[in-house]
């Protein structure tokens, strides 16, 4: 257990829909990070926040955004979904800005169909 | 570009038959790289990380190195239980903050 918390483990969902997900960082971490895992494209960066503030920002779509609220948990906003937004969503910790190890959740499994 | 490049795609080893994978990266300045293990369906799981040519790091049955241009992946008589994706990926030291840039990973399978 790498003590990242993310909920839901599954969920489906119908295109334009929007979905929220959630992430519990480790005790003591101070960043979020967000990766998306799809078969064709591994995983991708998608945004880094550190102590309620945005640090970091990859290719994440105008549709999907985040945040970290003060008790340090952070939520992936997904909008306006299509299909080929199904993939494992990832949260991982660090407990400084950047890292020497990061340790990931379990994910959330998104289908949308 | 930034780029992490993993080989071979797949890997199928007999129980106890020695082998290693390969990493090459290519990036502007590099901060450290990051070994990763994962299971199917689950999150990836540290292993190590190397932030200078010649280093080593050793876990169980497991050596990583580096060099200027690339990373091994050591893995000494293999078990059926190493059977798993293994991640390569590459911190920049020009980031404010801590993306990882990931290989697309070797898939390895130990049979017994």
């Known amino acids: 257990d790498s003590g990242v918390t993310q909920t839901p483990k599954h969920l489906i969902t119908a295109t334009g829909q929007r979905v929220t997900l959630r992430c519990s960082p480790r005790?003591?971490?101070?960043?979020v990070y967000w990766y998306q895992q799809s078969l064709d494209q591994g995983l991708q960066f998608l945004i880094q926040?550190?102590?309620?503030?945005?640090?970091a920002k990859g290719n994440i779509l105008e549709r999907f955004s985040a945040q970290q609220f003060p008790d340090l948990h952070s939520e992936l906003n997904l909008s306006s979904l299509e299909l080929g937004d199904s993939a494992l969503y990832f949260c991982?910790?660090?407990?400084?800005?950047?890292?020497?190890?990061?340790?990931f959740g379990q994910g959330t499994r998104l289908t949308v169909v | 570009e930034d780029q992490v490049t993993q080989s071979p795609e797949a890997l199928r080893l007999q129980e106890g038959e020695s082998s290693s994978l390969n990493c090459s990266y290519t990036?502007?300045?590099?901060?450290?790289l990051f070994w990763y293990r994962q299971d199917p369906g689950k999150g990836p799981e540290f292993l190590f990380t190397?932030?200078?040519a010649g280093e080593e790091k050793e876990k169980e049955r497991l050596k990583a190195t580096l060099t200027k241009k690339e990373s091994f992946l050591h893995i000494t008589a293999p078990k059926p239980e190493d059977s798993a994706t293994y991640l390569c990926?590459?911190?920049?030291?020009?980031?404010?903050?801590?993306?990882?840039?990931f290989g697309q990973g070797t898939e390895l399978s130990v049979k017994p």
């Open positions: 991982a910790s660090s407990e400084q800005g950047w890292f020497t190890e990061a340790f």
């Open positions: 005790s003591g971490d101070l960043s």
């Open positions: 990036v502007s300045g590099l901060r450290g």
């Open positions: 190397l932030y200078s």
């Open positions: 926040y550190y102590n309620g503030e945005e640090r």
């Open positions: 990926a590459v911190q920049m030291i020009y980031n404010q903050g801590g993306k990882l840039i």
